[in-house]
């Protein structure tokens, strides 16, 4: 089965909100053996959703829509099927029943305009939705099926779980396809597909490479008629995949940074602390997004200022001699985090997050430091694009995969 999704919203095109559905959906379709081939998105415009509706179910058998089911003017999706398929909406008096009640209950009557959540055309069954007003709609005719759920993120989870995966799945013929990703950090795309490039030129299962915030990301995927023919095919090419990269290797599928580095701290018994500069409690803040992290995690410094650093326990000798933005004073800010908070290790993050250059560095130039009772190392961040928030991002995540390298050892 072929299919496309259709994120419907002017305000998706002026850019006021992002289309985080249509992902949400893509990331579903691959275990029901129904293949993505497009996502589209398209203004609140009748003659536009017609248009686009129309080109999507002549090459597609599963049109799947978000948005555009609410009550007011510019909310047309309705109608725009109800065009496309030339067919009359009509008001069912079940779903307006359920509607008025709803609104009852919250104590208010019914605006008339909320009346069009209650229709339906001839080819379609109304979608129930709980936790909203808007019903979704499942559009059957000519062999080509139109699902039409809310925009609001919660109702049309829902809806997909309890309504539409279900339908779906007992259509299916059995076909999935899985997929798995392989997390990289240290090589750039190009050298991670030139690495691989006798992988590449597979059909089934293929290797897709992409760049990522924490490094290159590669999702291994296999088609096959059951979910164990799917496995098998991934669990022959993911060896051959981890034989080319080793230790450039870091993670996979949903595994971070933080969630890697901090089973490696809580597996060997030792604790952590941070001091950082110009991410700004970021890096404190990422270690804690793992659950159970207070097992490992002593505190974290934000020694913005040279003041702040010096009162910390950097010395303020190698502030004046190297200066804040520099490797003697990241790993300094280590080696004060470590003693100061009682860890085993400490991290230290300084550098320059711009826009205006500092001490003569530029913009995106980080040193990150690390200090333990047996050594002390230091990590060139490079230079990273001058954006404050990416810059920041990157650090955090080049501090915490350079001490996952020194937990495992790695050089």
């Keep these: 089965m072929k299919a496309e999704i259709l994120a419907i919203g002017t305000e998706i095109l002026f850019g006021q909100i992002v289309d985080t559905n249509s992902a949400w959906i893509a990331s579903r379709l691959p275990a029901l053996g129904i293949d993505l081939y497009f996502i589209t998105t398209v203004g609140d415009n009748q003659g536009r959703l017609v248009e686009t509706l129309r080109r999507a179910r002549e090459r597609s058998d599963l049109v799947i829509t978000t948005g555009g089911l609410g009550p007011t003017e510019d909310d047309l999706t309705r109608e725009a099927i109800a065009e496309l398929l030339g067919e009359q909406m009509v008001v069912v008096p079940e779903l307006e029943e359920a509607l008025r009640e709803r609104f009852r209950r919250r104590g208010t009557s019914m605006p008339e305009r909320n009346l069009k959540q209650a229709t339906i055309v001839p080819s379609g069954q109304a979608i129930p939705n709980p936790r909203g007003t808007a019903p979704g709609w499942w559009v059957e005719r000519d062999g080509h099926i139109i699902v039409s759920m809310p925009g609001v993120r919660q109702e049309m989870y829902l809806m997909w779980d309890t309504q539409v995966e279900p339908r779906l799945r007992d259509r299916s013929d059995g076909t999935v396809i899985l997929s798995k990703t392989i997390k990289t950090n240290g090589l750039g795309e190009a050298l991670v597909d030139e690495m ?17 915030v924490d490094g290159i990301h590669l999702r291994l995927s296999a088609k096959a008629a059951s979910h164990p023919a799917a496995q098998r095919l991934l669990d022959g090419l ?11 290797i870091w993670g996979a599928d949903e595994e971070t940074p933080e969630s890697s580095v ?19 409690g970021l890096l404190a803040s990422s270690v804690t997004d793992v659950p159970g992290s207070s097992s490992y995690f002593k505190g974290g410094i934000v020694s913005y200022t040279n003041q702040v650093k010096i009162e910390s326990g950097v010395d303020a000798r190698t502030i004046e001699a190297y200066g804040a933005v520099s490797a003697e004073t990241a790993t300094a800010m280590a080696a004060a985090a470590r003693e100061r908070l009682s860890a085993d290790i400490g991290l230290g993050i300084t550098g320059v997050a711009g826009p205006e250059p500092l001490e003569g560095k530029q913009p995106g130039t980080i040193f990150i430091g690390l200090a333990s009772a047996r050594d002390q190392r230091v990590f060139t961040g490079g230079i990273y694009l001058p954006n404050r928030p990416d810059i920041k991002q990157r650090a955090v995540v080049n501090a915490l995969l350079f001490l996952r390298r020194y937990l495992l050892g790695i050089e």
């Design 262 to 280: 901090g089973a490696l701290l809580a597996e060997r018994g030792l604790s952590l602390a941070t001091m950082e500069s110009c991410t700004g």
């Design 238 to 248: 993911e060896p051959k995949v981890r034989e080319i990269l080793g230790n450039a």
């Design 196 to 212: 691989l490039s006798p992988l590449l030129s597979s059909t089934n299962p293929t290797i897709g490479v992409y760049a990522k």
